[in-house]
């Protein structure tokens, strides 16, 4: 699939130099999909690319909501906070 992506795309080569002129639209390239090179002494030194987008609120109510679901999944039920350090007092209450 990468492939097929890889060969859709346009990839623009440009000079550091020269891109210091064009940056606006260089972005608005790489933001529409476009592979973008900076190229330095002839060489490709750096590729503009699109950040990930940030969470939507939709989106991160759905990962708190997934995260819940799990750790009710995970929780076990046990002694209760009254009775968890019991094992460490013996029967008349002193530490052992």
Avoid: C, N, W
């Amino acid at each position: 699939m990468d492939q097929q992506m890889d060969q859709k795309k346009r990839v623009t080569e440009i000079t550091v130099t020269a891109a210091k002129g064009q940056l606006t639209e260089l972005v608005r390239r790489a933001l529409a999909g476009d592979e973008v090179v900076l190229t330095r002494h002839g060489r490709p030194a750096v590729r503009l690319e699109p950040v990930a987008p940030a969470m939507t609120a939709r989106s991160r109510q759905a990962l708190l909501e997934a995260a819940r679901a799990a750790s009710v999944a995970k929780a076990s039920r046990g002694a209760g906070a009254a009775r968890s350090q019991d094992f460490l007092y013996g029967e008349d209450g002193l530490p052992e």
